[in-house]
């Protein structure tokens, strides 16, 4: 079946250091996004990135959909990068997105 | 910009009552799609509309139904609620099944 896969689950991090987060997805896809839930529970979009990278200030992310793999690079992490990092995926097949289960990520100050 | 909006942000209920949470999507925004999110859970698809008709439907249980108006907002409309209906609800608007937009969310709590 379908499947969309995030690794590590858990991530704790010293404020300062960087980290990779990765998606797999099980199919081709149509698009992808990757998403900060904070700890109020907002979906905070990151990236739509269904192929190619992208930057914005300390995040990047890449896309190899032809490997069916996403990665998000987050540098110099803050204690306000705390939260749940989710990917999201749009198969060729459908309109909704499948979620990956999350990183939740810890900064520690 | 303009952002989805949803109403009501909390909400609280009783077993069996019924819940009706509304989304506003982002102007000229033409998909409208609803997904609920359990505790310690990822997100999942319940319902989707692209212009104003049923687009897509995923795991929405039968005492869930949803529309969406002439104006473009939605409507998910909840009945006889049960203990595990207690979630985060997402709206979510996007233009064809491009970039995909998530409003603040509604946390319904049922007791």
């Known amino acids: 079946g379908i499947q969309v896969e995030q690794s590590p689950p858990d991530l704790i991090l010293q404020e300062g250091a960087n980290s990779t987060l990765r998606c797999n997805f099980s199919d081709s896809v149509n698009n992808l996004q990757w998403f900060h839930q904070n700890p109020w529970g907002q979906l905070i979009n990151l990236f739509y990135i269904p192929s190619g990278t992208k930057q914005n200030g300390r995040l990047s992310a890449t896309t190899v959909a032809t490997e069916r793999y996403s990665l998000l690079y987050i540098s110099s992490s803050q204690t306000t990068d705390s939260g749940v990092y989710f990917c999201a995926v749009n198969f060729d097949y459908g309109q909704n997105f499948v979620f990956g289960p999350g990183t939740r990520l810890s900064v520690l100050p | 910009a303009a952002g989805v909006i949803q109403s009501p942000r909390h909400l609280i209920k009783e077993k069996r009552e019924t819940a009706t949470l509304k989304c506003y999507p982002i102007p000229r925004h033409d998909t409208v799609y609803w997904y609920q999110q359990g505790p310690g859970q990822d997100p999942q698809f319940l319902i989707s509309f692209y212009e104003k008709m049923q687009s897509d439907k995923g795991s929405i249980p039968d005492r869930f139904s949803a529309q969406q108006f002439s104006d473009y907002h939605s409507e998910l409309n909840m009945s006889s609620l049960e203990l595990g209906d207690s979630a985060l609800y997402f709206c979510?608007?996007?233009?064809?099944?491009?970039?995909?937009?998530f409003g603040p969310g509604t946390r319904l709590t049922v007791l």
């Open positions: 979510a608007s996007s233009l064809a099944s491009f970039e995909q937009f």
